[in-house]
């Protein structure tokens, strides 16, 4: 993917209306001058999340989050920097240029995935229109759906739809669009047989699948035949577009809910995710009857480390299934179990209940992995003393695959307490399959020696010191002021060349610079530090680098740093302001004595954060030569001097 340039990005902040795009995911309200809704990162009743269409910044109240309208979409969507830019340039049609691939056959292959991207998106509204405007698709494929109790919004959302029994109808839709047979053939919805072509899902109703982006990449087909000798699902073939693997349905739609309730449940087929999602629950995927791949796992964990995999009641694959459960577990992640009732399934037992319902009962039969293995293998043999045995080297070997010492251990635990047996037993087996699962990870035929497991080992954090705090709040106060009012104008009283006082102009921004250079300061902390060095910079280059500026860079960090300064004015609302007729001084009013006193306090700060360094030498004095006590001694007298002139300035007293 080639290097957005800087002149593309400008143009896309420039052109890109946060409340727009906000909008399309969060129901926002006007509220004054702002813009305001629930927050989509977490669970609220209140609103707290506020859009700030004359800033174009928003800010979550709840979480904390804030930003521009590419940390938005960084945040809710999991995009990267360059992935959230290309997704507003496509929705407000600012072209991208693109680097030429270095070979024709790059080329080639960007012209084709391109084209099998184009061929499904027109397959996908062409059968959708084929559910609703033709009367095979209304009597047999809409009715269906209706029969299966799917509402029309929830069938509009999923964009369902259906392929006519005709034989050909997409095929000569297609070709007379001037789609390739070629590229036809190899998204599988076109087949060939003694040059003849026909439909592949001829007579079946249509689940597009789309990638984590929206794209459709291929399709399931489901047959409406009892024809027991007719395959009832037919997925798309792979392709350089397509691979079932690497894909999970319902991520697209679901993503959103997966991050606010950090909780992702995973069923098995298409009709399973639809009813989840019509019950309301819509943190749900499916990986469309495929067992569960590594690549599928990966996909969730970029939204939660939690899984709960969604079992029907009378599945016969569920021992099967138990791979899947120590993929995730190897994965690192969380996995949880819900077991349906005999003969129901997420689809039937959702449509069955009402929603409350369906939440309490998932509530109520939710299992870790543990008692669920235990419970499942349990039923074959209770009461045998080998098959028992079996069963807890079973239990345990699913554990040994969880990389997390610590999350190693409370299971270890909750199998010693279940099994009634001892955790010094479950422990040592527990070390031997640990062993052969890290051989096995790092390629080695064996591993001697591992280090033992120490649940009670604790890491004691650091204590802050006074004097740290003080310099993080100064480096805070004159960071701030740079990024606010770093362009305004100030007069200043200066030395000229002749040694006279004279008052001239300067920017806040060149003020501070000149008045750290002087002094060799620098900022300690890193993210201060990584701004100050950018305006520097800038004035290097004569260039004073805005708030706006910042707020394009790819350090999100930054991003947040300076939408957050901005969006400290979105907490006391103007209504109230206005209401109760409170009047403010305004920080610009008195920008000057401002700049001036934040700039000694800061130097303040360091003075004294030297002096202390002296001080912490000198109890050691007595190790210390003459000549370095004596230096040692008339640096700090240097500094106490320079203390005294700055709290002077800041009209401070000091107390002797």
């Known amino acids: 993917m080639s290097k957005i ?20 995911f969060v129901h926002l309200k006007r509220a004054g001058s702002n813009l305001k809704g629930l927050s989509p990162f977490t669970d609220e009743k209140t609103p707290s999340f506020v859009v700030s269409p004359a800033k174009q910044i928003f800010k979550c109240f709840s979480t904390s989050k804030g930003g521009t309208v590419v940390s938005f979409l960084m945040e809710k969507e999991h995009f990267s920097y360059p992935e959230a830019l290309r997704w507003l340039a496509d929705k407000y049609g600012i072209q991208i240029p693109e680097e030429a691939p270095a070979t024709a056959e790059q080329l080639a292959a960007i012209s084709e995935r391109e084209s099998l991207h184009i061929i499904n998106e027109f397959a996908k509204d062409h059968f959708f229109k084929n559910l609703h405007d033709t009367e095979e698709g209304k009597a047999v494929a809409l009715s269906y759906f209706v029969e299966r109790g799917f509402r029309k919004d929830i069938i509009e959302k999923f964009q369902l739809g259906y392929c006519l029994n005709t034989g050909d109808d997409f095929t000569k839709a297609a070709q007379e669009k001037g789609y390739k047979l070629e590229y036809l053939e190899k998204v599988g919805l076109v087949k060939t047989k003694e040059d003849r072509h026909f439909d592949f899902f001829r007579g079946r109703v249509m689940f597009p699948i789309q990638s984590v982006s929206g794209r459709v990449l291929g399709f399931g087909g489901r047959t409406l035949f009892t024809d027991k000798k007719i395959a009832k699902y037919f997925n798309s073939p792979e392709s350089i577009i397509y691979n079932k693997s690497e894909i999970l349905y319902g991520l697209y739609l679901s993503k959103g809910d997966i991050i606010k309730y950090d909780n992702c449940f995973l069923c098995e087929g298409y009709t399973d995710v639809i009813s989840m999602y019509q019950a309301g629950i819509q943190n749900v995927v499916s990986s469309s009857g495929t067992s569960l791949t590594k690549d599928q796992i990966k996909l969730v964990r970029r939204y939660t480390q939690n899984i709960t995999i969604l079992y029907d009641g009378d599945a016969a694959g569920i021992k099967a299934s138990f791979r899947g459960i120590d993929l995730i577990l190897e994965e690192g992640m969380n996995v949880k179990v819900v077991l349906f009732p005999e003969g129901e399934d997420p689809d039937s037992f959702s449509k069955r209940v009402s929603t409350s319902e369906l939440e309490t009962y998932i509530k109520e039969h939710t299992q870790d992995f543990i008692s669920f293995k235990s419970d499942i293998l349990l039923k074959d043999g209770e009461v045998d003393p080998i098959k028992r045995a079996e069963l807890i080297k079973e239990v345990v070997h699913s554990v040994s695959l969880i990389p997390d010492q610590i999350t190693r251990t409370v299971y270890l635990q909750k199998i010693a307490q279940q099994f009634e047996i001892s955790e010094q037993i479950v422990s040592s087996e527990l070390m031997k399959l640990r062993r052969n699962v890290v051989a096995k990870t790092s390629g080695e035929q064996e591993i001697r020696e591992l280090p033992v497991e120490n649940p009670t080992e604790t890491v004691i954090p650091q204590r802050t010191s006074f004097h740290e705090e003080r310099i993080s709040a100064n480096e805070f106060d004159l960071i701030r ?34 008045e750290l250079d002087k002094d060799e300061l620098n900022f300690t902390t890193p993210l201060y530090n990584r701004i100050y060095q950018l305006l520097s910079e800038g004035l ?25 300064l901005e969006s400290r004015d979105l907490e006391l609302s103007a209504q109230w302001l206005n209401k109760y007729n409170i009047v403010t001084r305004s920080e610009s009013d008195r920008l000057q004595e401002l700049v001036l006193n934040t700039i000694y306090s800061f130097k303040a700060a360091k003075i004294e954060e030297r002096i202390t360094g002296i001080r912490t030498k000198l109890e050691k004095a007595s190790e210390l030569e003459e000549t370095e006590l004596m230096d040692l001694l008339a640096e700090q007298m240097a500094y106490e001097r320079i203390k005294i002139v700055l709290s002077e300035k800041l009209g401070r007293i000091i107390i002797r």
């Open 5 to 24: 340039p800087p002149h593309i990005i400008d143009e896309i902040m420039q052109t890109s209306r946060i409340e727009e795009v906000i909008g399309e």
């Open 481 to 514: 002021i740079m990024v606010r009012y770093g362009a305004r104008v100030l007069e200043v009283d200066h030395l000229n060349e002749e040694g006279k006082n004279v008052r001239a102009e300067t920017t806040v921004m060149e003020l501070v610079h000149h």
């Open 540 to 564: 290097s280059q004569n260039e004073l680098y805005s708030a706006s500026y910042l707020k394009r860079l790819e350090d999100q960090e930054i991003v947040g740093f300076v939408s957050d």
